[in-house]
């Protein structure tokens, strides 16, 4: 028996849980579609490198089901969760509907939002999320050089030191992380950060990937769902376009170190500018 076979059926053993069925296999975690009582749940199996999914289940603790996917049980291993089986927010996208995907997340962000209480233990603090961006912006510093990554660093400094409404955040949020369930829209895969809210905001707006017949790099585009999003979490357009503009130097940063993405290196770099320049 291998090891991941050994897991399974010891977590489904403990769990008392039926009918595992693999869904997906990820770098972190191998993901299954199980039966406990007479519902369909997720069971996640943490792979050895799966520590980055433990501040997600802390998020998920946190946000107690409430715009999220509930967290039924967990342990450093292994985590069981809501499953939610209906069509991601993409999907409205794809069908013409993009400006009601976005109206969408926006509930859903105030939804993940309203647990005003302090974090527990593991979650991951936003300024450390920001790693890769300074690391570039020292580089490129250090090379005499003056650049989006430079700009984007130092305002990141300034920004991160005083945050406004800070909230256990997603830091995730996209539309194929945002599924329809028996009990509305709900977020899934959290990466678990603390910081100004507002941060969760600026993902979407380069979200979702090609595909769904939206250009993401488009500033007509951009400029409406930002304002859309401003105005339903109570959070001004010129503090939304700010985050963005850091969020996708951060991006653009992370994928030069090697990290995957859903878009080219050039487009989030794009988006970059269109909102440094509505700054």
């Known amino acids: 028996m291998t090891e991941s076979n050994a897991a399974l059926e010891r977590y489904v053993t403990a769990w008392n849980l039926r009918n595992p069925r693999q869904l997906a296999q ?24 799966g520590e980055e999914e433990r501040p997600g289940a802390v998020a998920l603790r946190h946000f107690g089901g409430n715009g999220a996917v509930r967290l039924l049980r967990g342990d450093d291993h292994a985590h069981l969760l809501e499953y939610a089986p209906g069509e991601d927010v ?48 020292k580089s490129d510093s250090d090379s005499g050089l003056e650049t989006i990554y430079t700009r984007a660093g130092r305002l990141a400094n300034a920004v991160l030191d005083e945050p406004r409404e800070p909230r256990v955040l997603h830091g995730d949020i996209h539309h194929k992380n945002i599924r329809r369930s028996s009990r509305g829209w709900l977020a899934f895969d959290p990466k678990g950060l603390y910081g100004e809210r507002t941060y969760d905001l600026a993902n979407t707006l380069s979200s979702p990937p090609p595909g769904h017949g939206v250009v993401v790099a488009d500033e007509m585009r951009i400029l409406r769902n930002s304002a859309i999003l401003a105005k339903r979490c109570g959070i001004e357009q010129s503090r939304v376009l700010l985050f963005l503009f850091l969020y996708a130097c951060l991006s653009a940063s992370a994928m030069l170190e090697g990290s995957a993405g859903g878009l080219d290196i050039p487009t989030v770099i794009r988006i970059a500018e269109i909102a440094e320049s509505h700054l």
Request: aromatic share 6%.
């Open 90 to 137: 993409a999907e409205l996208v794809k069908n013409g509907q993009d400006e009601r995907a976005t109206e969408i997340i926006a509930h859903v962000i105030n939804a993940l939002h309203a647990n005003h209480a302090a974090p527990s233990d593991g979650i991951l603090p936003l300024r450390g999320w920001f790693r890769p961006l300074f690391t570039k912006a």
């Open 26 to 49: 990820t770098p972190t975690s191998t993901v299954y579609l199980v039966t406990l009582d007479r519902e369909e749940v997720v069971l996640k199996i943490l792979s050895p490198y």
